[in-house]
Each structure stands twice: as structure tokens, then as C-alpha cells.
């Protein structure tokens, strides 16, 4: 049907998705990589990264996984910032 097919990306965004969903953060991990060639410096694809490596760590960094997710908080408060 017209309308419903998906992208390379929204395919790769999905398939990361179920591979995290189902427990599979290395396969998850892999497809963001990909994704991430495509759409680079996505916040939403470096959050993604950032959780599935802690997640793939064994919850055992848990100061790195706070110190990325401040990076990118901080890049979109800068962003909005520049945009207003």
C-alpha cells in the first residue's frame, strides 16, 4: 500500500528497536551503529547508543551512561538556544 512503506532508516530504527525490546542490545547496538552513518549526530540514535553500551556493560557504568546523556542534553539546549 502506498503511504505505509517504511524507509532504509525507519526500518533500521525499528529493527534496533525489537532487537533492544526482545534483549538483543548487541544486535540493537550494530543497527544503531548503521543508522547512525546515515543520520549522524542524531541525538535520538546517540541516546539509543549510549543506553544499549550500558545496557551491553552489565549496568556497570552507570557515571559514563549520565555523562553522554549530559552531553546531549547540554548539545540540545545549546541548539534551542541558537533557534530562539
Known amino acids: 500500500m502506498a503511504g505505509t512503506e517504511q524507509t532504509g532508516e525507519e526500518a533500521l530504527a525499528e529493527q534496533a528497536g525489537t532487537a533492544f525490546a526482545e534483549g538483543n542490545c548487541g544486535q540493537a547496538l550494530e543497527l544503531l551503529v548503521q543508522l547512525q552513518k546515515q543520520r549522524e549526530d542524531d541525538p535520538k540514535i546517540l541516546h539509543n547508543e549510549a543506553v544499549s553500551q550500558y545496557v551491553l ?15 546531549l542534553k547540554q548539545r540540545a539546549d545549546d541548539a534551542q538556544s541558537d533557534a530562539g
Open 57 to 71: 556493560s552489565g549496568f556497570g557504568y552507570p557515571r559514563k551512561l549520565l555523562a553522554v546523556l549530559e552531553r
